[in-house]
């Protein structure tokens, strides 16, 4: 069988934590993700008096509508709706105008507005969140392609979970993150198979990460077949080619 050749030791990760001790370490690594271009953001405004604070929730795609939709159609128009960064990191909010934002976190921008709306409003409450969070997971798991996301933190292995989880070929001791951050692009590769991988930066994803699950030797050597080896090239290669376009269409 094809899978015979692939050791037990290759398909099993986190080998570096004993199984016969509990281990507590605290939670590292982890910062709230910043506000980048291209993102789009939900934010809306009450107060003691919400008809004060209407005019700072002024839709312009459904004039305030959206509830009379059914669910999918109201997920659909709250994108539209959303609050797009423009390349110059600013947001256009009503009445307050034109608001610098990247380079924030959510928590800062919400306090940001919240002083902003003060002169206008009585104990103004502000909620903003993504809408368009997601990560690209790619390479040996069971379903590739973009995950969206909706809690804004999310982690390298629930990524690959909501990917179907890694195939028996995926190389758990080479994973490749790609990450944009502040103009820069970065590329690390991760160890599944070392307990320390909770401890690394790129344990929490951000917006716009792109996972590559590398395949072992074994995915290769065990086709014989040169036509079923063709196609397990041509299957990397793909691979390949996807990582390209989810970096250049972001």
């Given at each position: 069988m094809a899978s015979s050749c692939v050791s037990h030791e290759e398909l099993v990760s986190f080998q570096s934590l004993r199984a016969d001790s509990l281990q507590q370490?605290?939670?590292?690594?982890?910062?709230?993700?910043?506000?980048?271009?291209?993102?789009?953001?939900?934010?809306?405004?009450?107060?003691?008096?919400?008809?004060?604070a209407a005019p700072f929730n002024?839709?312009?795609?459904?004039g305030g509508q959206r509830q009379s939709g059914n669910g999918q159609n109201a997920q659909q128009l709250e994108l539209f709706s959303g609050y797009l960064v423009d390349v110059n990191g600013n947001i256009e909010f009503p009445i307050l105008g034109t608001i610098s934002v990247a380079g924030m976190t959510l928590e800062e921008?919400?306090?940001?507005?919240t002083e902003m709306l003060d002169p206008y409003l009585k104990t103004p409450v502000v909620n903003i969140?993504?809408?368009?969070?997601?990560v690209t997971v790619l390479g040996e798991v069971l379903q590739p392609g973009t995950v969206q996301i909706t809690n804004k933190r999310v982690t390298l292995l629930e990524a690959i979970g909501r990917a179907g989880d890694l195939t028996q070929y995926a190389n758990r001791a080479n994973v490749l993150v790609i990450r944009?951050?502040?103009?820069?692009?970065?590329?690390?590769?991760?160890n599944l198979q070392r307990g320390d991988i909770f401890e690394s930066p790129y344990y929490y994803l951000q917006q716009n990460d792109v996972i590559y699950v590398e395949p072992l030797p074994a995915r290769v050597a065990t086709v014989s077949d040169p036509?079923?080896?063709?196609?397990?090239y041509g299957t990397a290669a793909l691979s390949l080619v996807s990582i390209i376009i989810a970096i250049a269409t972001r």
């Open positions: 370490t605290t939670i590292e690594g982890y910062t709230n993700p910043e506000i980048q271009p291209e993102d789009l953001l939900r934010i809306t405004v009450n107060s003691i008096n919400p008809e004060a002024i839709d312009p795609v459904d921008v919400k306090g940001k507005l969140r993504y809408l368009n969070l997601k944009e951050e502040r103009g820069l692009r970065t590329y690390t590769r991760l036509a079923q080896r063709f196609v397990s």
